[in-house]
């Protein structure tokens, strides 16, 4: 079991940047994947981004060369750099820890508000 806990999402302006974090009860080295997505109003949830514990990240088109994610593997937190934000990327904001064989554990959510 992993329990993950986001913290970080708010009401920004356009243009504006946020860090959301993730906090995980267990060491995430144990953890293949740790991942990030989102679910907008009326839609399904999207992978935004994804960082294996042994790989290079790799990220969704539509937050690419905004979005950054990375992990403290000693702080079992995986973060989450949100810069130049856009009304459409509100949305809840979901963490995730994918363990090979057994499945993908994720946090409650976190509201992230793009307007000005």
């Known amino acids: 079991q992993v329990q993950l806990v986001e913290s970080g999402g708010g009401l920004v302006q356009p243009g504006g940047s946020l860090r959301l974090s993730c906090v995980a009860s267990r060491s995430i080295l144990s953890v293949d994947s740790m991942g990030w997505y989102r679910q907008r109003p009326g839609k399904e949830r999207e992978l935004l981004a994804s960082?294996?514990?042994?790989?290079?990240?790799s990220y969704a088109d539509s937050v690419k060369g905004r979005f950054t994610i990375s992990r403290d593997n000693a702080k079992n937190t995986v973060y989450l750099q949100m810069n130049n934000l856009k009304p459409e990327d509100t949305a809840v904001y979901y963490c995730?820890?994918?363990?090979?064989?057994?499945?993908?554990?994720w946090g409650q959510g976190t509201q992230v508000t793009v307007s000005s």
């Open positions: 995730s820890a994918l363990v090979t064989g057994v499945g993908v554990y």
């Open positions: 960082k294996p514990t042994y790989g290079i990240a």
